[in-house]
Structures are given as structure tokens and as C-alpha cells.
């Protein structure tokens, strides 16, 4: 005993040998003094005891002061010191009836300490372990908890893992219990094999299961580790795959599971019996529902006699006229499928059978798990209220704008639940708040931005009200931007929005020249807008807004004015044109259709609508904005989800053009199409634009040659500048692929895509051409725009040529308005040439694929596109990306 309890002592004893050590027995009791074969108890005292009372030990037993006893009786008092499992030794010592239990007390536990887990953390381990600190020491405990341990890395797919516990000792009869793990390798399943199987390939059946064999293609997949709840829903899977083909009779006889010599690979095989194909024969419909008319409802059935038979058929047909029934106010119909199975003919008829059921009513609806939002947000997005009829659709209709919210978790359900009464129901709404709110910050250094800054917050449910709140700001050289809005969905608890927002923004246009990004426009503008909507119908809805904006358009005039005025042999004219103030007072309304289960990520449905917008109450800009767009989402199974969407607008305009050669819709008012409406292109990539090359070939310097051959955007001797156009149309295709549920659990969501569109409907600029300048160089007949660049030829400085003078009345020199002359040394050159490119209502095509991932720093988006079709002039761009985060 004195060895047991030295203070100070620290020993690790191992406490199992192995992982699953046989059960360690109760410690030998000394065997009981020979006593005759009945003695009478005289006195009892127990000793060695030190945080248990003699009364607690005493209670345990069933020996008592003044009992006769024999050998057997003390057996059974040893037996029941060992069931107690406090104490690590004891014994009973017999002096003629004068009865010592000499006890050592099991150890108190001081602490709980996990080593070597890296792939499972902690938080998950502690809970399925029961020792606990100040908990007395068993070794049965122990051996329970090791299992419990490598039972959780059984199910993670490790099985190699072992846990070897260890005891620490310390003062004052205390240990620390140290589970040393080595977690091994996760087991991977090598492969599977399917025995029995006739009508269908090994490839097929595999691809039906949620199992996979380890391989490059599975690398990503989580699903490749065994795991015994996935081997029993694969035998469900495959079950389902048969019955759905016909094969009402297959089952599957065994599965085992092999794991191998090294605990690291798996090898899963499957003895199947597949049995007979079967037909539909005889399909019908009785019903005791008064709405419920038989043969109305066996024309709709999808089954046909003489069709395959399918179970999963069957059973989609039970759940719609389940549907079916809740439309008329039966919530809990009670559907039944009679089977009339024929195995000679191998056939399969069936009756559905509709039992009678009262009209149920909505007795209460509750909503659980809104710890941010209001109960009011999620109540008034119901279409049933409490003491109306059920109506399924209702129930419906009501998932799909509580899941339109994006608030809570994704495919929320509304429970049934019955009622007080059988015509009653409750409907409890369980729901799981996600953040709403979304932060996007970025910074970053180019050499054609320079330094830049872009920081946006949106909050979707501000206060948990419902209320929308969004700010951003954006500072680069070349832009910059405030930004602040407000949306009310719900007006003094009225179906009625109300919202609006002011913004501040600068644009600074540009184009390239020699690799260098310059300055074209400068746009500034400062506005507000109001908007208001109310719903109509159910999925149709009415928007007004207000808006006005004041404009600024410059140039710089050290660089594109001459003479006091915007020249447009330097800006061209159609900037010329854009430039001044004014005002625009703008008056729109939208009509919406939307009927989509899900307007943040549908699967179904589809939407529609119709914008415009009147520019002419007040301000200096008139012309009238039509847009109308349309989507359309199709579920075409196996979770994969169809998107179409077109869209088009036109800007008709009034009044007279700035000038007589301009088009009458400005530059700044025109629409504009790229990315990221159109991947595949850049910023403003597609329709008319403007290019003039400057690129003068100097070989010969006696006769330079003007390059004109169209380059990649940025590249010397080039200048692109993009137009816009009165008219465009675009329309997309894409596919969303799913994945294997690895990937799905790292948040990638892949697609598909293809996109189609023109923007076009400009009236073609005033342009300087090359033919304008060579016919006006001294010495050559003719007349039209005379400014020339001069070039001199030992210093290879440009600049352009002084104005031409003439001797006037008096001996006066006055200018001609030629700028003809070059300074000494200095040659004359023809300075560029303007093309007009892009003004087409032919489509560009652009295919790719994306990615959206839901990355740990936020919602992140990349996409790879390639122009199949462009035209001259486009520019294009293969590569995209944006992320934000949310909160």
C-alpha cells in the first residue's frame, strides 16, 4: 500500500497491452480463512479506506453483525467488493467471527488527455469519451471508452487506428489518464465486386452506388472510404436501380466487407439475384373522396399498360395525388398502392386506392429557430393563415419564397403535423438562419490602375427585419464611386416596397496607346433614385421608380483641345460630342412575372419582364428605354439543373442630335456589352467601336507606311475606343453539373455555358482617314483635314505641325487654318487613321465553363470562356474571376 501511495510519484503504466485487450479480471481476493461450517459474525471493520465511510463499503455487502456465515457467504461478499469497481485490491480477513475488509481505493482521475489526433480535433473525441476528471478510476471504463474511440475513426474510414490508454500517477491517490492515439491511414474501398448480375454491367451498378472505388478520377471524393451505413444504402440503391427497370423481384442475398492483411483497403462484393422483367398491366384509381372523380385521375396517371414496371414511378404517383388531394383541403389523404402481381404473364397491376379523409384546416402554424429574424418576416411570406383551409399548393408556394429569402438554410420544408382534432393540422417551420449579410473587399496594384480599392457591404436582413442596407465605395486612378441604398420590403406591414439610394460616381474612360492606358472622357456623376412595387397577383408584380442624375462629361483639354475647342482630329468627333453638362430626370416602371421556386438559385420556373424608362420630365436628355428580359429553369434529374435567359433593349430618342454629323443618343446614355454580362469578352468588348492606328512604319523614312493591321487590345500603335449602340440582345445557356459529394462538401459548383449577343444601331462617326491626309500635303491638289505630325528624323521626337501663315492686308501674317508647317529639321508624317468596326446585328458566340466555389474567404466565382464567334474589332478575354465574403 505504501508503495501505491508515495507523493510525488509520476509513472506511466501502459493499461492495455493492445487495442482490444481481453477483459482484465477482478484482482485475486486471498483466499478466506477455514472457517466451520457455520460461525456467527461478531464484529466487522473495514481498514485502508480513505474517501469512503465504512458504512458506504458495509452497504455494499450483505454480511451483517450477528449472522451465522460460511466459506460461500464470504465469496460472495469478495464477489460483491468486485462489482463495485472502487477499489484496485481488497480482502477479507476471518478471526473467528471477527471479520477485517482490508480495501485499496481505486484512483481519482485529475485529468483526461488526448495524444496524437490530428485528423479528428478534439471537440468531436471528448463527447464519446465518459471518464471524466474527479470520476473514480475503472478499468472497464477505460477498455469502454478505447472502443468508443476507434469506433469514431471506423466511422471517419480509419480503420488502423488504435488507442493504447496509460495511467499517470499521482499524489494523494490521483491519475492522469493519457489515450495515446495512432490514427494509420484512412482504409480505402479497392474495389467492388458484383456477382449475379446479367441484365446490367458491373459499371452500371456502380455508378448507382454512393461507394466508389479509390482512383484518380475519385481523388477529390470523400466517398471512397467504407463506411457500413453507406454499404446498407447502396443495397437500397441498387434495389431501386432494379426496380425502376422492371425487376420487381431482385434482391440482394450478401454483402461483405473484406478488409485487408494491412487494415488499409477494403474489398466489398455483392451477390445479387435479379429475377424477371415485369410490365404494367391493369392501372386504376378508386376513390371515396367526394372531389375525387376516378377516371379523371387514371387519365393522368404516367403509367400505361404494357409500359416497363417502375417502383420509383409508383411511388412519385402516390406523392401527386397526395398533391393533389391537399389542393382540395385533404392534408393527410391516405393513398394506398394494392400490387397484383401475374408471375407467369410477369406483369404488375395496380389500384390506387384513395380512403376517405375529412378536410383538414389550419389549426396553428409555428416557426422555430429565428433567433435573428422577426417571427413576423417568416409569417407574412405565408400564403395559409391560421383557420384556413389546407391547401397544398399554399404550403408550397410558401417553401419556395421562404427559400427566395436566402436567410435561411438551403430546401427548407414545412412539417405537417396533426392536430387536436383529425381535421386539424399544424404547420411547424424549422428553420436555419445563414448569414444575410455579404462584405467584398479587394486591393491591389496595376500598371494600368495604379493603386486600387473596392469595398462593398450588403446586408439582406437588416435588424432582422427584412430591410435591405447596402453601401460600397470604389477608388482606383481611373474610377471611383460612393454609393448608399435602402430598401423597406414591407411598408407599414403592407405588401407594398419602398427604397432608394444616392451614388457619386466618376468614370474616367480610356484607350491604349503603346502599351499605355490613357485617359479618354471623364464622367461625373452625382444622383438619386426612389422606387417603390406592389404585387398584383401572386407571381405577378408592379415597380416604379424616380431618378435623377447629373452629368459632367470632360476631356483633357491639354490633350484633346485645340484652339479652345475639343479637336476632333485628336479626340475623334463622337467625344467631342459627349462632352457638357446636363441633366437627366428619369421615369421607369418594371412588370415582373416570376413564378421560380427559388429566385437566388432556381431549379425550376421561370420569370419575365418588361422595364422602361422615360427620360424627358425636365432635364436636357429625352429618349424613351425599353428592356425586356425571360428565364426559363428546368430540373432535368440527377441534380442537374437547365438555365435559358435572354434578354434585349432599344433607346428610341427625341429631339435633335448635339450635332448634325453625332448620333442622337449620347455616348454616355448608349448600352454597352461584355463581361460580365457576355464571358469571353472584355469590358465593353462586343459592338461598334472606333479603332485609329497610329503605328508608323519607319523603315524607309523616305516612305513611311501607316500599320493597319487590327492587334490584341494594348498593343502599340493602336487605340480603341468603344462606342455603344442603340439596340442590343443577349441570351445564355447554361448547364449546373453536380458533383460527387466531396466536392459538393468543399462548396464547387460547376456549369456549363453558353452565350450569345450584339449590341448595335449607331450612326457611323465622322472619321479621319489616311487617304485625307496624304491628299493634302503641300504640293498635293485638294483640300479636307490638314494637321500633320512632324517627325524629326535624328532624335525620333513627334509633334504635331505649327499652323501655315500667309501675308495678309497691311504685310499682316495671319494664320490659314492649315497646320501644315513643320519646324526646322522635323518631317511631316500622316499621323493615323480611323476605322469604324463592330456596328453589326450579327451574334458573337462564346462558349466555357465555371466554377462557383464557396471558399472560406467568401463566394468566389472563375470563369474560362473562348469567342467562337467574333467580329472584327471585338476584344476578347478568356479568363474572369470575382469573390466576396458574407457574414
Request: proline fraction near 5%; charged fraction near 25%.
Amino acid at each position: 500500500m505504501s508503495a501505491l501511495l508515495m507523493a510525488g510519484t509520476m509513472l506511466a503504466t501502459p493499461l492495455m497491452a493492445q487495442v482490444a485487450p481481453p477483459a482484465v479480471p477482478a484482482p485475486t481476493p486471498a483466499p478466506a480463512a477455514p472457517t466451520p461450517a457455520a460461525t456467527t459474525v461478531q464484529s466487522i471493520t473495514v481498514v485502508g479506506n480513505q474517501r469512503l465511510e465504512a458504512q458506504t463499503i458495509l452497504s455494499y455487502l450483505r454480511l451483517r453483525v450477528g449472522q451465522t456465515y460460511d466459506r460461500a457467504t464470504l465469496d460472495q461478499a469478495l464477489k460483491d467488493l468486485a462489482a463495485t469497481e472502487l477499489f484496485k485490491d481488497f480482502q477479507i480477513t476471518d478471526n473467528g467471527g471477527a471479520l477485517q475488509i482490508q480495501v485499496a481505493e481505486n484512483p481519482v482521475i485529475n485529468r483526461v488527455i488526448l495524444e496524437g489526433n490530428k485528423r479528428l480535433k478534439e471537440e468531436k473525441i471528448r463527447p464519446e469519451i465518459k471518464l471524466a476528471p474527479r470520476q473514480i478510476f475503472t478499468r472497464s471504463k477505460v477498455r469502454a471508452d478505447v472502443a468508443r474511440i476507434i469506433e469514431l475513426y471506423k466511422r471517419q474510414g480509419r480503420f488502423a487506428a488504435t488507442v493504447e490508454p496509460k495511467m499517470v500517477s499521482l499524489d494523494q491517490n490521483r491519475v492522469d489518464v493519457v489515450f495515446e492515439i495512432n490514427e494509420g491511414p484512412k482504409s480505402k474501398v479497392r474495389q467492388i465486386s458484383i456477382i449475379g448480375n446479367e441484365k446490367f454491367s458491373d459499371g452500371d451498378l456502380k455508378d448507382e452506388m454512393a461507394t466508389k472505388e479509390s482512383g484518380l478520377l475519385t481523388i477529390l471524393s470523400s466517398n471512397t472510404s467504407y463506411d457500413p451505413d453507406r454499404l446498407a444504402y447502396d443495397q437500397q440503391k441498387l434495389r431501386l436501380f432494379y426496380l425502376q427497370n422492371g425487376y420487381a423481384d431482385f434482391r440482394v442475398i450478401s454483402a461483405v466487407a473484406e478488409l485487408t492483411s494491412n487494415k488499409q483497403d477494403f474489398i466489398i462484393t455483392y451477390v445479387v439475384e435479379e429475377g424477371e422483367r415485369y410490365k404494367f398491366s391493369d392501372v386504376d384509381v378508386k376513390s371515396e373522396l367526394r372531389d375525387f372523380q376516378p377516371e379523371m385521375l387514371k387519365r393522368l396517371l404516367p403509367m400505361k399498360t404494357g409500359d416497363w414496371y417502375d417502383a420509383k414511378l409508383v411511388e412519385d404517383t402516390v406523392e401527386s395525388l397526395s398533391e393533389t388531394a391537399g389542393l382540395f383541403g385533404y392534408a393527410f389523404a391516405d393513398i394506398n398502392p394494392e400490387f397484383r402481381r401475374d408471375a407467369e404473364t410477369r406483369t404488375m397491376g395496380i389500384t390506387f386506392n384513395v380512403a376517405e379523409s375529412p378536410r383538414t384546416y389550419v389549426e396553428r402554424i409555428d416557426v422555430n429557430g429565428n433567433t435573428l429574424t422577426h417571427d413576423k418576416v417568416v409569417r407574412r411570406e405565408f400564403r395559409l393563415n391560421e383557420g384556413d383551409a389546407f391547401n397544398s399548393f399554399g404550403v408550397k408556394r410558401t417553401e419556395n419564397r421562404l427559400n427566395s429569402l436566402g436567410y435561411f438554410q438551403e430546401k427548407m420544408e414545412i412539417e405537417r403535423k396533426e392536430g387536436s382534432a383529425p381535421d386539424r393540422i399544424i404547420l411547424e417551420t424549422n428553420v436555419e438562419e445563414k448569414p444575410t449579410g455579404e462584405l467584398s473587399l479587394s486591393a491591389g496594384f496595376s500598371s494600368i490602375e495604379n493603386f486600387l480599392l473596392q469595398a462593398s457591404i450588403r446586408q439582406r436582413n437588416f435588424r432582422g427585419l427584412g430591410q435591405q442596407l447596402q453601401a460600397s465605395v470604389n477608388y482606383s486612378s481611373y474610377s471611383k464611386s460612393v454609393e448608399l441604398g435602402f430598401t423597406e420590403p414591407y411598408l407599414f406591414d403592407r405588401n407594398i416596397s419602398i427604397g432608394g439610394s444616392i451614388y457619386r460616381r466618376d468614370l474616367n474612360s480610356f484607350n491604349f496607346i503603346n502599351n499605355n492606358r490613357r485617359t479618354t472622357f471623364q464622367q461625373v456623376t452625382t444622383g438619386l433614385q426612389i422606387n417603390a412595387g406592389v404585387p398584383l397577383t401572386e407571381f405577378l408584380n408592379f415597380f416604379g421608380r424616380y431618378s435623377i442624375n447629373f452629368d459632367d462629361v470632360t476631356l483633357d483639354q491639354s490633350l484633346y483641345y485645340f484652339g479652345g475647342k475639343c479637336d476632333p482630329l485628336v479626340a475623334g468627333r463622337y467625344l467631342c460630342d459627349a462632352i457638357g453638362n446636363r441633366t437627366t430626370s428619369l421615369l421607369g416602371f418594371t412588370l415582373a412575372y416570376d413564378d421560380r421556386d427559388n429566385r437566388i438559385r432556381p431549379t425550376r420556373g421561370q420569370s419575365l419582364s418588361l422595364s422602361q424608362d422615360f427620360a424627358g420630365l425636365g432635364g436636357s436628355v429625352r429618349y424613351v428605354r425599353t428592356r425586356v428580359s425571360g428565364s426559363k429553369h428546368f430540373n432535368l434529374g440527377s441534380r442537374f439543373i437547365l438555365n435559358l435567359s435572354v434578354e434585349g433593349g432599344y433607346i428610341y430618342p427625341f429631339g435633335d442630335a448635339p450635332t448634325p454629323t453625332s448620333d442622337k443618343v449620347r455616348l454616355t446614355d448608349r448600352f454597352f456589352l461584355g463581361n460580365p454580362q457576355m464571358r469571353g469578352f472584355d469590358i465593353r468588348g462586343v459592338g461598334p467601336r472606333v479603332i485609329r492606328f497610329t503605328g508608323v512604319d519607319l523603315t524607309d523614312p523616305a516612305n513611311p507606311i501607316l500599320d493597319t493591321t487590327i492587334r490584341q487590345q494594348g498593343r502599340s500603335g493602336q487605340i480603341y475606343d468603344a462606342l455603344g449602340g442603340r439596340a442590343y440582345y443577349m441570351g445564355r445557356v447554361e448547364l449546373d453539373i453536380p458533383l460527387g459529394t466531396g466536392a459538393k462538401e468543399l462548396g464547387l459548383r460547376p456549369s456549363l455555358f453558353l452565350d450569345v449577343g450584339s449590341v448595335f444601331g449607331v450612326k457611323r462617326p465622322t472619321l479621319t482617314t489616311l487617304a485625307d491626309f496624304r491628299d493634302t500635303r503641300p504640293g498635293v491638289p485638294g483640300s479636307g483635314l490638314t494637321k500633320y505630325l512632324c517627325r524629326n528624323a535624328s532624335t525620333g521626337v513627334t509633334q504635331f505641325a505649327d499652323e501655315t501663315t500667309t501675308t495678309g492686308p497691311g504685310n499682316t501674317i495671319v494664320g490659314t487654318g492649315q497646320y501644315t508647317t513643320c519646324p526646322t529639321g522635323f518631317s511631316s508624317l500622316a499621323p493615323f487613321e480611323e476605322r469604324f468596326y463592330g456596328d453589326t446585328w450579327m451574334p458573337r458566340i462564346a462558349i466555357g465553363a465555371g466554377v462557383n466555389w464557396n471558399s472560406p474567404f467568401g463566394p468566389f466565382r472563375i470563369d474560362f470562356a473562348y469567342a467562337l464567334r467574333k467580329e472584327e474589332g471585338d476584344d476578347v478575354k478568356r479568363f474572369s474571376f470575382n469573390v466576396g465574403t458574407q457574414f
